[in-house]
């Protein structure tokens, strides 16, 4: 067990939040922090701009208990203020943790 925002995550790959211990999981809750300090965003006013009906589906990506949809990584990034590349990277590898994407978009780029 691990504190993660003052709560208490499960950090076992079987439990309650398999993805807690994931780049793109750690990168999400600092983006989300970030935008209610500075910004003064709440996690329901993002997850509106999202165009999510609730905001506990952003909790629950943040915690590492669901994955972020690779589909949204881009959308989430920007409105957060994140690294694109680095956090669609992230995302991929939390999706599919099998592939070496650096070693293969990598590998595609130099064509």
């Known amino acids: ?11 076992d790959p079987h439990g309650d939040y398999p993805l807690a211990n994931s ?7 600092a983006g989300l922090e970030h935008a209610a300090e500075d910004k003064g965003w ?3 006013t993002i997850a509106k701009m999202l165009n999510y009906r609730a905001s506990v589906v952003l909790s629950h ?8 949809p690779i589909d949204r990584a881009l959308q989430f990034a920007r409105l ?11 995302v ?9 994407f650096v070693k293969v978009l990598g590998a595609t780029a130099k064509t």
């Open 61 to 68: 990506m943040a915690l590492g208990r669901v994955p972020i």
């Open 92 to 100: 991929l590898e939390q999706r599919h943790p099998e592939i070496d």
């Open 1 to 11: 067990m691990a504190k993660a925002n003052n709560k208490v995550v499960n950090l």
């Open 23 to 29: 780049e793109a999981t750690r990168m999400l809750a």
């Open 42 to 44: 709440s996690q329901r």
């Open 80 to 90: 957060l203020g994140m690294d694109t590349a680095k956090f669609l990277l992230a």
